[in-house]
């Protein structure tokens, strides 16, 4: 079993702290405020100092659109571990029922300063940072991406990665301009010839760009693409796009994903953000069967997703998953947020032979064609480390 380095409930004060300007947020009518006080909570989150920390040297007003209201509540919850002033200020709201659901969706989320401070302890047994070789969750300009794909390749190798996937949305996903399969084609062409260039100049040691996709996950579960249609990638992952703030179980839907033999990565699972809870399912039932599947689990790093979260992957990581650690990047910029899913890994104590990214690109690649319909969808055998 995984070991747990860490206390089973990590504090991060600045979440704390940006959670109380949420609620601000939420509570005022004025649209200047309520787009103040996001501003304010997001420059929070994305401090690299905990704010005790940060404040005993200097004033907090130094802040990014910190002022004087925000200023306020984050002294009184240094000082007392809650805010007089929200609490007023929910009392005569009328929000309080809003208020307390938009704080159930907000659990074990990490901050910029939280992430840091994970990624620097000593964890022994969890993953290391230096083990990670590449991002496997990455959007380019073919969908819902910023960039070209050099250039998000060129970014990942700046970082010191030896792989980068390029998981461009599938046609299922209009919203996010997801490729047909003609352009699917064609993207992947320009992908070989990125990685004969790249081989060409740097030979064994070449870095290594993956053909992926993001398929999406019907109400049915599965995946919205053909057994013909997945083979042509390298690399599947299947996410939920919808029926995220449904009330009701989707456990089979799920199960139906992961027991699917196209499917290598279970994409950020839940499908969770700051403001929303996701799907609700038997967890446990999940990684039971993804665990038996073959089948990796990831942990979404976009810091407004954090999916899944350290205290579910605990449970992945006791059911026997593997996990794919990425960053669901839409720009070279973003790649960092691979930060926040190495953080939650290493808060759920998973150690690096459990996780994907760790592999070598052979590895990967061995490991997910013998996923693929091709193949009949057999799972690997319990990789040797």
């Known amino acids: 079993m995984s070991p747990h380095p860490f206390p089973e409930e990590f504090r991060d004060i600045n979440v704390e702290i940006a959670a109380h300007l949420s609620d601000l947020a939420l509570m005022r009518e004025s649209r200047h405020a309520k787009i103040a006080y996001k501003r304010a909570s997001r420059a929070v989150l994305n401090l690299e100092e905990f704010l005790d920390d940060f404040a005993a040297e200097r004033s907090v007003r130094e802040i990014p659109y910190i002022g004087p209201a ?20 929910l009392g005569k709201s009328g929000k309080r029922a809003e208020v307390e659901k938009a704080r159930s969706y907000r659990t074990h ?37 910023a960039e070209h794909i050099g250039l998000m390749a060129a970014a990942a190798k700046a970082r010191g990665h030896r792989y980068i996937g390029i998981s461009d949305h599938s046609y299922g996903l ?31 040691g070449a870095f290594r ?16 693409m053909t057994t013909d249609e997945l083979a042509e990638f390298e690399l599947v992952l299947a996410a939920p796009h919808s029926r995220l703030r449904r009330p009701e179980d989707q456990t089979g839907r799920m199960l139906a994903t992961v027991r699917h033999p196209g499917v290598h990565i279970l994409a950020h699972p839940r499908g969770r953000m700051y403001s929303r809870q996701g799907v609700l399912a038997r967890w446990d039932e999940v990684f039971e069967e993804a665990a038996r599947q073959g089948v990796a689990i990831e942990i979404d790093g976009d810091p407004y997703r954090q999916d899944l979260d ?17 960053s669901d990047a839409h720009a070279s910029d973003q790649l960092e947020y691979a930060d926040f899913a190495l953080a939650h890994a290493r808060l759920a104590g998973i150690t690096a032979e459990r996780v994907i990214n760790t592999w070598s690109v052979g590895e990967l690649l061995d490991w997910a064609r013998h996923r693929s319909p091709r193949c009949g969808g057999a799972a690997i055998p319990t990789r040797v480390f």
Request: glycine letters at 10%; aromatic letters at 4%.
């Open 70 to 89: 925000t200023e306020r509540v984050v002294l009184e919850h240094l000082e007392l571990g809650r805010s007089a002033t929200v609490e007023r200020a």
């Open 109 to 145: 989320f990490l901050s910029r300063a939280g992430v840091l401070a994970v990624l620097r302890a000593d964890a022994k047994g969890a993953i290391a940072p230096e083990s990670y070789r590449g991002d496997l969750q990455t959007h380019s300009e073919w969908s819902d991406g």
């Open 174 to 204: 209009r919203i996010a301009h997801g490729m047909s399969m003609e352009r699917a084609a064609e993207r992947r062409r320009q992908i070989e010839e990125l990685n004969r260039r790249e081989a060409a100049g740097n030979g064994k």
């Open 209 to 224: 760009i993956i053909a992926a996709i993001e398929a999406n996950i019907p109400f049915e579960g599965g995946v919205d």
């Open 310 to 326: 350290y205290s579910l992957a605990r449970r992945a990581s006791a059911a026997g998953c593997l996990f794919a650690l990425d």
